[in-house]
C-alpha cells in the first residue's frame, strides 16, 4: 500500500509538471500551495530573518515555475527534489551576493575617502592655527586658549591675566579678525 501511495504522489507531481507546462494558472497556485511553506521553513532555518526568507520563497517558486513552463524540468516525477535544489541555489545565491556587497561596499567606500578628505582638512587647519598662534605673543596664545579652549568669559580672562575686560576683549578680537583674514587667504589658494 505504501508504494502504491508513493507512486500516486510521483504521478501526480509529474501531472502538476505538465499542467504548469501547458498554462494552467491554477496548478501554478496549487504548486506555490503545496511547496512555499517547505521552502519557507528551509530558507528561514537558512537565514534566520522571516522576512529575507519570504523573499527568497517567492524567488525559488518563480524560478520552479518558470522552469516548468519552459519545460525543463527534466524528470517532472521528482520535483520535491527539483525544488530542494532550487531552493538550495537560490539561499547559496543570495549569501554569496550579501558577502560581495558586505566586502566592497560602495557607501562604506565613499564613506572612507570623504573621512579620509575631511581628516585631512582638520589636520590642514590645525597646523594653520597652531602655525599662527606660534607667531602671537604669550598673552595672546593665553587669551586665546583661556576662552576658546577653556571657555572663559572674557571677564574671567581679564581676572586671570590682570587685564581690563576692555582690554582683553580688544586682544582677541584683533587676533581672531588677524587669523580670519590670514585662512581667507590660504581658502582661495
Do not use: W
Not at 3 to 15: C, I, L
Not at 54 to 62: A, H, P
Not at 162 to 169: G, T
Request: proline share 1%; charged share 30%; net charge positive.
Amino acid at each position: 500500500m505504501h508504494a502504491d501511495a508513493k507512486n500516486s504522489e510521483v504521478s501526480a507531481s509529474a501531472a502538476l509538471v505538465a499542467r504548469i507546462s501547458s498554462g494552467d494558472d491554477s496548478a501554478e497556485g496549487e504548486l506555490v500551495r503545496t511547496y512555499s511553506r517547505r521552502v519557507n521553513a528551509i530558507a528561514t532555518a537558512r537565514t534566520r530573518d522571516p522576512e529575507i526568507a519570504r523573499d527568497l520563497t517567492q524567488d525559488v517558486l518563480l524560478a520552479v515555475i518558470q522552469a516548468a513552463r519552459a519545460a525543463k524540468i527534466r524528470a517532472p516525477d521528482k520535483i520535491e527534489a527539483f525544488i530542494q535544489g532550487t531552493t538550495k541555489n537560490v539561499i547559496n545565491s543570495y549569501f554569496r551576493t550579501r558577502k560581495r556587497l558586505s566586502e566592497v561596499s560602495l557607501e562604506v567606500t565613499n564613506q572612507y575617502a570623504c573621512d579620509a578628505v575631511l581628516e585631512s582638512e582638520a589636520a590642514e587647519r590645525r597646523r594653520l592655527v597652531q602655525q599662527e598662534l606660534s607667531r602671537c605673543g604669550d598673552l595672546d596664545q593665553r587669551i586665546l586658549l583661556l576662552s576658546l579652549v577653556d571657555g572663559l568669559s572674557l571677564a574671567e580672562v581679564a581676572r586671570v591675566v590682570s587685564m581690563s575686560h576692555d582690554a582683553v576683549r580688544a586682544r582677541k578680537s584683533r587676533l581672531i579678525k588677524k587669523m580670519i583674514e590670514r585662512f581667507g587667504r590660504v581658502s582661495h589658494k
